[in-house]
């Protein structure tokens, strides 16, 4: 899914006209995929000028609408058919999609795989391991280039997390990603790179950044990373509200986490709120991404954030409610510039962070969940690659 972090209003996603290509994925297909910015005719909540308190107009049509006004809403699917409900506006390209489009030889970016794997450079080459990873590279480049020219907002790449721990390996990545975009008239300006929140994938975003390429980082568990982050400019940092709940479920001994309970406060949101607090308060430019929100209360906890992705049942359900949410849940922006600046942080939290000062800051959840998510894309890109070797050379090209 991602990102267009153009100095607009929606500074995520674009507003320009969408083509009239229609897409059309099977059940089945990867998840997290494509950005929709949903557009309707119908009156918005206003917020006042305060930016924390809003007023409702009275032909507000549903709750969608209404939350819509605070922050960019973000269905978490592409096993979508009617894209005329929901336009996509900018997309991710990555190895769960490239899993689905080769399960799914009928859809449109097939094509884009095709030519991947007749491309001579990497056919060229005799080690398999090199050849099967210049394959990967074209196919993502391919569908991304295809992407892009159906979205009017950014295509995001995910880079390879085998890579996750070598800094200097992630920036040639990029940069080969980059050259292989440019070879197909991408510009630069309509690509984000997708990147773990390792300490040398933050350090690599720093880089990045400084060379004017844009950045998302992503598998944020924990302040530490979400601050480390910050600092090195990210252009978007995500964080997983639902994965962070579900830890806390089930495991115990992480300070942060234990912090946030005593207090009464759910960790995933608690983790979202000071995350954002501190990028707000303190004048970095990232974006922040609330991602894994699994209800409606969720959400409206959640108001405010720059992006939140949400499941199209919660999405449904919200477009279908005419009704205002209770009392505990009204319309009120809950995370804003005004309420960053009355948040007090320690002086642990306003350290510089450096690999040292993040590795002892990241307490259990954030290792652990790190190292699932991170392990789950390495299976990922595995099967791709597998399937690609099985299928190269592809017949008719």
């Known amino acids: 899914m991602l990102l267009s972090l153009q100095s607009s209003p929606s500074s995520f996603l674009s507003s320009s006209t969408l083509p009239k290509s229609r897409l059309r994925f099977a059940n089945g297909c990867c998840s997290s995929t494509l950005v929709f910015k949903f557009n309707t005719s119908f009156p918005a909540i206003r917020a006042s000028s305060s930016g924390f308190s809003p007023s409702l107009d009275t032909g507000l049509s549903n709750e969608l ?20 409900k929901f336009p996509p506006t900018a997309a991710t390209v990555s190895s769960s999609l490239l899993l689905g489009i080769l399960g799914l030889p009928d859809t449109i970016f097939r094509n884009a795989v095709d030519m991947a794997l007749a491309d001579s450079t990497c056919s060229r080459l005799d080690n398999p391991e090199l050849r099967l990873s210049c394959f990967f590279n074209k196919a993502l480049v391919n569908v991304g280039g295809d992407l892009a020219k159906l979205v009017p907002g950014r295509v995001s790449t995910e880079v390879d997390a085998r890579l996750a721990y070598d800094t200097h390996g992630i920036i040639r990545r990029v940069h080969d990603l980059l050259m292989l975009y440019n070879e197909i008239n991408i510009p630069p300006e309509r690509l984000l790179f997708k990147i773990p929140s390792t300490w040398q994938g933050i350090e690599a975003s720093r880089l990045l950044e400084s060379e004017g390429i844009q950045t998302h980082l992503t598998f944020v568990y924990s302040f530490a990373q979400a601050a480390a982050a910050a600092q090195a400019g990210a252009s978007v940092i995500q964080i997983f509200v639902g994965r962070v709940r579900d830890w806390a479920h089930n495991h115990s001994g992480d300070p942060e986490i234990e912090a946030a309970i005593q207090r009464g406060e759910d960790p995933g949101l608690a983790l979202v709120t000071k995350a954002y607090n501190y990028i707000h308060k303190y004048g970095h430019k990232s974006k922040l991404m609330a991602a894994a929100v699994r209800n409606k209360q969720d959400l409206f906890s959640l108001l405010g954030v720059d992006y939140i992705i949400a499941p199209l049942k919660i999405l449904q359900s919200l477009k279908e409610s005419i009704t205002a949410p209770d009392e505990k849940y009204s319309y009120v922006r809950r995370l804003s510039p005004q309420s960053a600046a009355n948040y007090n942080f320690t002086a642990e939290e306003l350290t510089k962070w450096d690999q040292l000062t993040l590795g002892s800051a990241m307490g259990p959840a954030s290792v652990e969940l790190l190292a699932v998510g991170l392990d789950g894309y390495v299976k990922q890109m595995k099967r791709v690659e597998g399937l690609l070797d099985k299928i190269w050379p592809p017949p008719n090209v």
Do not use: K, N, R
């Open 65 to 84: 609408d209404a939350v819509s006004t605070f922050s960019e809403i973000v269905p978490d699917t592409v096993i979508f058919d009617d894209f005329e």
